[in-house]
């Protein structure tokens, strides 16, 4: 669907420079990146708000790099919505639709409002909705110039967290009816709950990609490394108390994990912070709910204490103390049970 091929702008102190991305239209690609690596440049690149210096930009099929904004069909949403100030929830949605008959014009202003779930605000103006609201209604507006590709600079970041599981819900469920989005975020929840496919930025420089589970496990960058400092991140279904692991190569049947309280059936992440997983050298007999036996693979010296990975078909990463590592004589290919409570397995959708 989107294709950038050695993509390069350069500015006075700052140059951003063989860009190479493909992003399919099945695709939720998350853009990583600290402040200043280039990711929101990127995004007006391939909107055509900034043109390259060298390279070329393809939306579905068709060289987009020198076409002009309006042409290019990309909807870039940024953190703070666009929307007029004057107009209402209905105005704002109908302005990119002015092309059409009324009737048609009218009946695609519902359809966006019902889809967005802002259609009882229809004749209000933006100065009363809340942050959530605006993001929606800016949505709703982007999506009405029926553009190929979503282009978001961290679209969640002004919207208060209540809000966020929701618009996190609406975002999936366009991408999953076939709209691809590029996505910017600082935010780890909101990358993992989203993201298809992770690129990471840094100092002008796409240095790392791929899923979110080969960026957390095997980072290329001390920003990667530092994104999130856990490695326990699972694909997951949950049904209601339980969550199935996605199925490993290496084992016939997915893993079960009991969980704290009841959730609604349906894919998820599942998140287990390596603080809370315990390691046991016999069958445990503690008060966790979830105890797996399997093999230390590797340990890794940390500045208080050691993390110890237990592969069983899948990997649990671990971070014990100094104290605990010599009491327990752990070393590579010992034997062990990895062990955590139910409320350590955090649902992330």
């Known amino acids: 669907m989107l294709e950038i091929s050695d993509l390069s702008k350069i500015f006075r102190r700052f140059s951003l420079s063989g860009i190479n991305l493909k992003i399919g239209r099945d695709d939720y690609y998350v853009l990583l990146g600290e402040s200043g690596a280039g990711k929101s440049v990127l995004l007006e690149l391939i909107a055509g708000i900034i043109r390259p210096d ?3 930009i393809f939306l579905g099929g068709k060289d987009i790099t020198h076409i002009p904004v309006e042409k290019r069909r990309t909807g870039l949403m940024f953190q ?3 929307v007029f100030p004057h107009m209402t929830v209905s105005g704002n949605i ?4 002015h092309g059409l008959p009324g009737r048609v014009k009218e009946a695609k202003v519902q359809e966006l409002a019902a889809q967005m779930g802002i259609t009882h605000l229809s004749e209000e103006r933006p100065a009363k909705l809340s942050g959530g609201e605006l993001q929606r209604l800016a949505l709703a507006r982007t ?3 029926e553009p190929l590709m979503l282009l978001l600079d961290e679209p969640l970041s002004s919207v208060d967290t209540p809000m966020k599981a ?8 366009l991408n999953q009816q076939g709209m691809p989005v590029l996505h910017v975020t600082h935010d780890f929840e909101e990358a993992i709950a989203l993201a298809t496919h992770i690129a990471v930025m840094e100092n002008g420089k796409i240095i790392q990609t791929g899923t979110p589970e080969e960026i957390i496990r095997q980072p290329k960058s001390g920003f990667a490394a530092g994104f999130t400092g856990e490695k326990n991140f699972f694909r997951a279904r949950v049904y209601g108390m339980y969550a199935m692991l996605e199925i490993s190569e290496y084992l016939r049947e997915p893993l079960r994990i009991r969980l704290e309280e009841l959730h609604g059936d349906g894919p998820a992440s599942i998140l287990i912070r390596s603080g809370r997983i315990l390691i046991a050298t016999t069958a445990p007999d503690l008060s966790t709910t979830n105890n797996f036996p399997g093999k230390i693979s590797s340990i890794s010296p940390l500045r208080d204490g050691y993390e110890v990975c237990i592969e069983n078909g899948y990997r649990f990463y671990a971070r014990i103390t100094a104290e605990s590592f010599e009491r327990m004589h752990l070393t590579p290919g010992k034997e062990v049970w990895a062990c955590f409570k139910a409320s350590a397995a955090e649902i992330i959708r």
Do not use: E, F, V
């Open 143 to 145: 999506l009405a110039s």
């Open 80 to 82: 703070s919505p666009a």
């Open 166 to 173: 929701s618009l996190r819900g609406l975002l999936r469920n």
């Open 54 to 56: 060298s390279g070329r």
């Open 94 to 97: 109908a302005y990119p639709l």
